[in-house]
């Protein structure tokens, strides 16, 4: 029997040269939803400020329409939220990824999982 | 209109927590097949020879069949070639993530295409 989950799909979504959407966005999106704001998001995912807002700003300028907005507030640490579209936009990725994952999975148990090993075996060389 | 080729989609195959087969194992198995060692192969690559061995060992040891053999030889640099079942199992990830590709390809088109600009607008801020 193969492992249980030996696939993983990743999907890219290039606006130019900038990734307009990935895995890593995505989740930052979700943290964004969850904390209320980018420095929030950022300290749950143990990322850099400055990461999480270039990655809001690559969101923001590779869309229509924009993915997260910033609450107006009176405190030094603005709020942001999830827009509608970037709600809409997230969901659309999400169901892709999951679309081709199990479109992969089928795949790949009727012509590569029987030759896959459950565990590798050891290496017991060194290179020359 | 959308760019030419906005996405990218990536499979990943896991034996345990090594990767079995990905698109970076699968260039060098084609590299392995056009210069007949996996030295030649990873000065094509500007991979270094002891990363391309360990890329090859992994690959051996995560299938049921040995995917490079070594060709015996009496120089110093022995050769290698991509063994039938690897060519099989090379043939059958490509067809695979192909399949998955075009697959994805459809979705975009239907569903996000139409959000995502042509190139990414500039970007005026800093963050703060």
Redesign the interface.
Known sequence: MA?A????????????N?I??GPGKADLLDAIEAAGSISAAARNMGMS??RA??LV??L??????PVVETVAGGSHEKGARVSE?GKR?LG??R??HD??DA??SI??ES??A??????????H?K?A
Chains 1, 2 share one sequence.
Request: hydrophobic content about 40%; charged content about 20%.
């Open positions: 492992n989950h030996p696939l993983k799909v990743k999907l890219q979504i290039f606006c130019g900038e307009a959407m400020y400055r807002w270039m700003d690559t923001n300028r590779c869309w229509a329409e579209f936009l659309s990725y169901a892709l679309t081709i479109s992969a795949g790949f012509e590569l029987i030759h896959l090993r459950e565990i590798p075996r050891p290496s060389h290179p």
